[in-house]
């Protein structure tokens, strides 16, 4: 393995140590170390994965191992982005440990098998796959804060004010990050199906080839556009959001990994273990 | 030696027939500690009064009579005969009358555990003093390492977290569910005492429109008047319920004056924003099973209570961790209070040798006819160097405290075995 990529899984392993702290004993200094050491292993992470694009010369996700690294990097960033944003720190509790799994996953899968490299030489395929990432990385946000939305809701409903309702942050504050998560996450996969298209239509003379990722992509995008349409028109809020984006992470896992994994298909290639 | 002595009564001693006796307006107090300040056996003095207690903190070197003095001073003061607050008094002496004061000062000794009020109290008392003059070192000192305490007790527990009234709770769910209160809206059901203070606290909240429903509309509208809001008639509250946010509910009505469906239907409309009823009314106003209605919760005044206590429990068990950081002040106060001990006795120790070498110099010297300056300067030199080689072994004594923890004892040793307190 890597010096850095262990680093990193060091990092985001000492991160969750400190956020799991920050959950118990609510002292501000054990959320500082901890958004402070997966600030670190983000760095460390972006170095990593810049240090092997400048050595292969080709853009990143040609296996499984690669892509890996390259959800858990989106993930870290985003969740940065938004702990300072909006800063629900507490989010941290889920964040952290996430990554942590993810990179954790990544190096138990083999690094010598690889996708045709002629696919990472393109600008648009790389803008793709980060499109894509980004947007993933944000709808498995919106599910974290919608179990948080979730335990909380159940707190103030149940009225037994235990271990959580001091922990966590209101209601609105919870409902709204998702939602927000939710709408950034659509506009990366937008874009990042946009991309996938003229790629497509690039490398193979096609926008469409029924590819079972192609569909099990749209499926996604259906989903959460079917989502925002319904808050924006009756109000699809709360409780309901909150399972909901939850259900939609688990349609975004399905499409990631086990499309990649059960069903064939010309993406197969980069996830290849 | 000066020690410290703190002479008072509380609400856990005293009745409130008693307290209000000797309560002390902020006049009256500044007027008191200027009285108590000239007092012989009296060195610093500061006096704290609130509704819960009226307590004497002071240095003394006669604590005995000081106590005396004090009892006696505020049953003429007061005018309220010696017998009828005697027994409420407690006098703590020494390090007792230290961790007295930090823990009222971390409102240990609250009536209500927590209470953030007290800390604000005894600051304005001590700043009084200061400005009368009647606190030293000594207490100073003290009350600068109490409020520090407490201070740090607030932040590194949790015993001033959550709240421990039912308006108060109420509004604590508020922010857990809108996040902020402030432009909520509130419709108040009826009216009784605590549904007014839950609406102050929502004011104070910057919270948005009031209505007002009550079953007499003129009534409901003098209420209106009073918090600004706007009245409306008892039978409009289901259409209300489209435009608030909250619903505190204290009316007399036997049977439950919003249901489920005026919930359900206007649930669309509001576009599943959430709503939080209060019900406070006994029987109950709000149908409980409005709670089981997504993004709508409903607590009654039994569920607020229960809130409540948990709270306090909670509030209980970090009182545990409080009373470990008063613990650890009350020790590091000793530790400077015997340093101040320690310091004066090695001064004073100095002083006395000197005194003695130079009086038995000044009887041998004229003996010895005229010396040259070279013999003079060998004389001064053995002189210093007699006081320094005497002193040497009783400093160190002094300053480790005889290798034992307490250095009181060793300075107590010293000053006898040296004469040091003439009139003792």
Known sequence: MHILQLITIFLYLLSTAGYVGYLFFQQNSWEKAGCGLLLTGFLCHTAFIIGGSLTTGLYPGRNMYQTLILAGWAFSGVFLFVRFKFNLRVLGVYAAPFAAVVMMMASRVPTDVFADSRFFKSFWVFFHVLAMFLGNAAFALACGVGILYLIQEKTIKSKTQGFFFKRLPSLELLDSVGYRCIVSGFVFLTIGLAAGFVYAKIAWGRFWSWDPKEVWAAVVWLFYAALLHERLTVGWRGRRAAIMSIIGFAVVLFTFLGVNLFLKGHHGDFTRW | ?424
């Not at chain 2, 609400?11 to 002390?24: D, G, S, W």
């Not at chain 2, 919270?207 to 008639?233: C, D, H, P, W, Y």
């Not at chain 2, 919930?263 to 959430?274: A, D, F, L």
Request: with cysteine.
């Open chain 2, 1 to 424: 030696m000066q020690s410290i002595l703190l002479i008072g009564l509380n609400h856990k001693t005293a009745p409130v027939e008693i307290r209000e006796c000797l309560a002390f307006s902020g006049e009256e107090a500044s007027g008191a500690a200027a009285a108590l300040k000239e007092k012989d056996s009296i060195d610093e003095v500061v006096l704290f009064s609130t509704c819960n207690r009226v307590e004497v903190l002071l240095t003394s070197s006669d604590p005995g009579r000081a106590a005396v003095e004090v009892k006696t001073f505020l049953a003429h003061f007061k005018q309220v005969p010696g017998e009828r607050f005697e027994k409420a008094l407690y006098v703590h002496q020494g390090e007792a009358a230290v961790r007295h004061v930090f823990r009222v000062a971390a409102s240990l000794d609250s009536l209500v555990l927590g209470e953030p009020q007290i800390l604000g109290q005894m600051k304005a008392s001590y700043a009084a003093a200061v400005d009368l003059k009647s606190t030293g070192v000594v207490l100073n000192r003290l009350l600068h390492r109490a409020f520090f305490t407490a201070k740090q007790v607030r932040s590194e527990t949790g015993i001033g977290d959550h709240a421990v009234s039912i308006s108060y709770a109420a509004i604590e769910l508020g922010r857990k569910i809108f996040g902020e209160l402030s432009g909520k809206k509130v419709l108040l059901v009826g009216a009784g005492e605590m549904a007014e203070l839950a609406i102050e606290h929502l004011i104070r909240n910057r919270s948005g429109e009031l209505l007002v429903a009550n079953r007499t509309f003129e009534r409901g509208m003098s209420l209106a008047q009073r918090f600004r809001g706007k009245a409306i008639r008892f039978e409009e509250i289901p259409e209300a319920l489209a435009q608030v946010d909250i619903i505190i509910s204290s009316t007399g009505s036997p049977d439950f004056v919003i249901v489920p469906s005026h919930v359900k239907s206007v649930m669309r409309s509001r576009r599943n924003r959430p709503l939080f009823f209060i019900d406070i009314a006994v029987p109950r106003d709000i149908d409980p099973a409005i709670n089981r209605i997504s993004n709508v919760y409903v607590y009654d005044i039994d569920d607020l209570k229960g809130v409540v206590d948990d709270n306090i429990q909670d509030r209980k068990r970090e009182a545990v961790k409080a009373e470990r950081l008063v613990d650890e002040a009350v020790i590091k106060f000793r530790q400077w209070m015997e340093n101040q001990a320690v310091v004066p006795t090695i001064v004073a120790l100095r002083k006395k040798i000197e005194d003695i070498v130079d009086s038995e110099f000044g009887k041998t010297m004229p003996n010895l006819g005229t010396l040259s300056d070279s013999q003079q300067a060998a004389m001064a030199r053995m002189k210093a160097a007699l006081i320094n080689k005497v002193l040497h072994y009783p400093t160190i004594f002094l300053k480790n405290g005889g290798c034992r923890p307490d250095k009181t004892a060793s300075v107590g040793t010293i000053r006898k075995l040296f004469h040091l307190d003439e009139d003792v």
